[in-house]
Each structure stands twice: as C-alpha cells, then as structure tokens.
C-alpha cells in the first residue's frame, strides 16, 4: 500500500477512536447537549461529519467531492434523536472513509480530484478531510470532557503521567 495512504488511514482510525470513545462514555442527554445556538452537540458533530464523508469519499475519483444530493445545511439541524442513530451515522461514515482508502492503494497520490469544482490532488484532498475530521473530533472531545469533568478518562497521555508513559514506552520499543 502506498505509504502516504497507509499513514493517513492510520491517522483516520486514530481519530474515529478517540470520537468512539467520547460516544460511549458520555451519558445519553450530553450527545444532544448545546450550550448555546452557536455550538453544535455531539449529534449534531455526527451528522455533519457523516454528511460530508458520505459527500467527499463516494465515488472519489471519480465525482466531484461536493455531491448535489447533499444538504449541508440541514447536518446542522437538531433532528438526530438517539444514541442508535448517532451509531449508525457514525459507522456507516466512517467504514466508507476506510473502504475508499484501502482502495487507493495502487493510485497515484498526485492524480487530481474535484472537490466543489476545485482541482485537488489525492494526498491534498486526503489531508483536507483528515484536518477537517479532527477539528470535529476534537470539538466532540471537548464536550465530553467538559461534562464529565473529573469522571473523564484520558483518552491519551493523562496530566503528570508523560514520563511514566514515556518510559513505558522506551521499555516496549527496546522488546
């Protein structure tokens, strides 16, 4: 596989974890939680990101990455209701982001895509979307971690643990 894509199929499932996790340890009510009309809840998050996943990575080579059926506008409308449909939206986005990348293993990383009538090559349109995830994802990261406060685990390194961890680590890669 192409290194560049191997990285950055990495670094997706390294941020859809970090959002699966904040998912599951929120309760029900902080996933459609807005502090005010200017935040989106985490549900809204979902809806987003699958909207724009289901958009860029459909036919990616092939069509430009701003599909006419998409309504983005209406992502950022407060109608997703359950922890069930946050679920579906979430797998179903992201198990397309992987199948399109495992599928351009053998492509040229600096053929051109289209994305809203503007040439991108692949890697610049890869990164685009990988930076745009991870801003929602830390945004999703955020919320639960400002709800759940002193309950959060860390979904990293936790605070005044960097030289335990990295003496761990130190062990593991001398193994």
């Known amino acids: ?7 950055a199929l990495k670094e997706f499932k390294r941020y859809r974890t970090l959002g699966q996790k904040t998912i599951e340890r929120v309760p029900d009510e902080v996933l459609f939680h807005r502090p005010n009309q200017e935040v989106n809840s985490i549900a809204m ?5 699958h ?3 289901m958009s860029r990575w459909t036919n990616f080579m092939t069509e430009d990455g701003e599909k006419s059926w998409r309504e983005r506008d209406g992502e950022f409308e407060d109608t997703v209701k359950s922890r069930a449909e946050i679920d579906k939206l979430w797998t179903e986005g992201w198990d397309l982001v992987f199948h399109t990348l495992e599928n351009l293993k053998n ?4 053929q051109k895509v289209i994305i809203r009538g503007e040439e991108h090559t692949v890697i610049e349109a890869i990164n685009r979307q ?4 991870a801003y929602h994802v830390g945004q999703m990261v955020l919320i639960g971690k400002t709800h759940l406060d002193s309950r959060w685990e860390s979904l990293s390194i ?4 960097s030289k ?3 003496e761990e680590m130190k062990g593991k890669n001398k193994r």
């Open 1 to 7: 596989m192409n290194s560049y894509i191997y990285s």
């Open 158 to 161: 936790p605070k005044g643990e």
């Open 51 to 53: 909207g724009n996943m």
């Open 107 to 110: 492509s040229n990383p600096e």
């Open 45 to 49: 998050m979902v809806k987003h990101l």
């Open 130 to 133: 990988l930076c745009h995830y």
């Open 164 to 166: 335990r961890f990295n």
